[in-house]
């Protein structure tokens, strides 16, 4: 028996003595998939031109050397992450990481083919794929309105390509054979004082609703909208508030997508997940770190991912809820960013499987908060650590820090020759 498989054994009776079946939490925790945004992995460039992110509010801070330029190179540093997170999971692509093989195609053309390259790769790595339509980095995105533009050739285009989009996303979930979701998140709003807030936001219900006119097989592909409370040039007012993404999508039957960092600071989204869940189907995520502002920092494992993960486990929301990640750093070797977030989540989702809900459950009805309080506390210093290293080890990653070497050893020999 390997010292990582002892250290469970001990682990798994100290959590058996409160109730808790260690084995039967990792069993659930293998069905979790999580979906690694691409635009990690080159801080939301993608390979349409080469300028890279230009406008839409958010920003990747940091030059850290080699950087994936071309669908290979990102598919490459993508398998490596991958290759250190325990589990199957997912990846989520944005509509400007199109593969058009040299030949220009616009936003309202892209279609399956342009994808191809993606869909046989995830494929080969048993990969689910998600999607995003892209309204930004783009001259009509330039003066901050798309879907909700005055101008009616510039809605028009955009309209075009959330069709696009979904279209792109129906063909990745027939041949995956697993449904994927299409986020759309656009940033349109003012910097400053608006007269009108309500013919914006008129407009973009009108434009999201010729988008979704199609009905496509949600077994194939499902739509979600994110709403935000500001970005850099928006401060005063987003069209797709909080208000109006969660009217609109109850209305419509779609998915809300909830991001960590798109309310007031002191706002956690943990505790909108019971509420929605009462109204919705189906829920996204884009699980996020916002510091001080929506910074879109590295996931770590923090009150605010215990919160997330908690919720979703304590009220059986993790069959209907999408856990895709939403950070972008370029200060740090960008695939371990992929892994310290991915890994860090999971085991989120690994210590709220490991509470004795019924017990805690039972307390809390019957007014013991003392005891409840209590235990929450005495839970913190179970032996977590070797669970967490038995099911990395259990399913063939490395276990601890060991993962950084194999990053290490990758940028020496393919990212600083980039
Ligand atoms: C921006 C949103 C959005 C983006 C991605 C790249 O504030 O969070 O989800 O981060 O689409
Ligand atoms: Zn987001």
């Known amino acids: ?111 399956p083919e342009h994808f191809q390259g993606w869909i046989d790769w995830a494929k080969a790595n048993e990969l689910g794929l998600d999607f995003n339509p892209t309204y930004f980095s783009h001259p009509l995105s330039a003066d901050g309105f798309m879907l909700s533009s005055a101008v009616e050739s510039t809605r028009n285009f955009w309209i075009r390509h959330g069709i696009a989009c979904r279209k792109v996303a129906e063909a990745m979930g027939k041949q995956l054979e697993t449904t994927s979701v299409v986020n759309f998140w656009a940033p349109d709003g003012y910097k400053d004082i608006p007269v009108d807030r309500l013919a914006p936001r008129q407009r973009m219900a009108d434009s999201l609703d010729k988008i979704f006119a199609e009905k496509i097989d949600p077994k194939f592909e499902l739509d979600a909208l994110e709403s935000k409370l500001f970005g850099i040039g928006s401060e005063t007012y987003v069209v797709g508030s909080h208000e109006f993404v969660m009217g609109y999508a109850i209305s419509r039957k779609k998915l809300v997508c909830l991001d960590a960092g798109h309310f007031h600071p002191t706002e956690t989204i943990a505790d909108k997940l019971s509420s929605i869940s009462l109204f919705s189907e189906e829920i996204l995520l884009h699980v996020s770190r916002p510091v001080r502002w929506d910074s879109d920092h590295v996931v770590i494992w923090n009150d605010d991912l215990r919160g997330i993960a908690e919720e979703l486990v304590r009220n059986n929301l993790l069959k209907r809820t999408h856990i895709g990640l939403d950070f972008f750093d370029a200060t740090i070797n960008r695939i371990a960013a992929w892994v310290i977030g991915t890994r860090s989540t999971i085991k989120a989702l690994l210590a709220a499987l490991l509470e004795p809900l019924a017990d805690l459950r039972k307390w809390e009805l019957e007014g013991d908060y003392t005891r409840r309080l209590a235990v929450l506390e005495e839970l913190k210093t179970l032996p977590f650590g070797p669970v967490w290293d038995y099911y990395c080890e259990k399913n063939g990653v490395p276990v601890g820090a060991a993962w950084i070497d194999e990053v290490r050893k990758y940028e020496t020999d393919v990212l600083a020759k980039r």
């Not at 390997?2 to 959590?15: C, D, F, I, M, T």
């Not at 690694?36 to 890279?52: A, H, I, K, N, R």
């Open 1 to 111: 028996m390997s010292s990582v498989e002892q250290s469970y054994q001990l682990a798994k009776q100290r959590y058996a003595d409160l109730g808790v079946d260690t084995d039967a939490a990792l069993e659930q925790l293998s069905k979790i998939k999580i979906s690694l945004q691409c635009w990690q992995g080159d801080d939301v460039g993608g390979f349409e031109s080469s300028s890279g992110l230009t406008d839409g509010g958010i920003l990747a801070t940091g030059n850290y050397p080699g950087k994936a330029k071309n669908p290979s190179q990102l598919r490459a540093d993508a398998e490596v992450a991958f290759r250190l997170i325990p589990g199957k999971h997912r990846f989520s692509l944005h509509a400007i990481y199109l593969d058009n093989h040299g030949k220009k195609a616009e936003r309202d053309e892209i279609a």
